[in-house]
């Protein structure tokens, strides 16, 4: 197929490496193997204790047998350059960073997303993705950023390298992260609360909302708190005595 319309998942391109004196070479397979799982449609190559690949070539099963070559593809994930700001968010020296990768800096539990993502920016897959993740300071606390990765490639189509923007969210991170437990916390002594602790308005159109109310609303109403109550209070209403619902409704309103 031309890789467009069909064959897009490049069943049959031939990937060729060529890395320490080694020459490597695989194939994308398809369809499935045993017990009906389906193959890996991505190619992995590991190049050992190589910090590049000299020449990387796919042979793209097209009816043109179209080849592409990329020279000197970085597998080390080093820094090229950086600005004052990134040290400072990071809290090291322009001469650390360079001597290093973007590993030493990540925290363990955002790694693998990095390599991911760096896999795909550099076969083309992807040209720029926008992720927050986790970078590791000296003194051993974490720091959140937004981070803007884009591919860059010369005028034949071959990888180059990645230009990063990273923006300092830390703050607003461990904002919510406080609320969240405030969250955490209001709910579990909520529902601790003998009855129903809930949340009432009126908007302007004059629809009732429930959008909080505690576990108790289950046990008396038999009406789920997450549920269509939060967009509609006529369903806790209609489950009250109809000689106490004006009452209720009023007690509500005030």
Not at 165 to 181: G, H, K, S
Request: hydrophobic letters at 40%; glycine letters at 10%.
């Amino acid at each position: 197929g031309n890789g467009t319309t069909t064959n897009r998942a490049a069943i049959g391109a031939k990937v060729t490496v060529k890395a320490g004196g080694k020459t490597i070479v695989r194939e994308v397979g398809g369809g499935y193997g045993h017990f009906g799982m389906q193959n890996d449609l991505v190619v992995h190559v590991g190049v050992g204790a190589c910090d590049g690949v000299d020449e990387l070539t796919v042979r793209w099963p097209d009816a043109m047998g179209t080849t592409q070559k990329f020279e000197r593809v970085p597998a080390d994930g080093r820094l090229l350059e950086v600005n004052a700001r990134f040290c400072e968010i990071v809290g090291r020296s322009r001469d650390e960073l360079l001597a290093g990768s973007f590993r030493e800096l990540t925290h363990p539990d955002d790694l693998a997303d990095d390599e991911d993502l760096l896999r795909r920016l550099v076969a083309g897959q992807v040209l720029r993705e926008n992720r927050e993740k986790r970078y590791l300071r000296p003194d051993g606390t974490t720091l959140w950023v937004q981070l803007t990765v884009t591919a860059v490639f010369d005028a034949q189509g071959r990888f180059q390298h990645t230009v990063t923007v990273a923006l300092d969210i830390d703050q607003r991170r461990r904002a919510e992260a406080a609320l969240q437990e405030r969250e955490a916390l209001f709910t579990k002594l909520a529902d601790r609360v003998p009855g129903v602790l809930l949340q009432f308005n009126v908007d302007a159109q004059g629809v009732a909302r429930v959008p909080y109310a505690s576990r108790g609303l289950r046990e008396l109403f038999e009406l789920d708190p997450d549920g269509a109550v939060r967009d509609d209070a006529r369903l806790m209403i209609e489950r009250v005595a109809k000689g106490q619902r004006k009452r209720v409704w009023e007690t509500l309103e005030r």
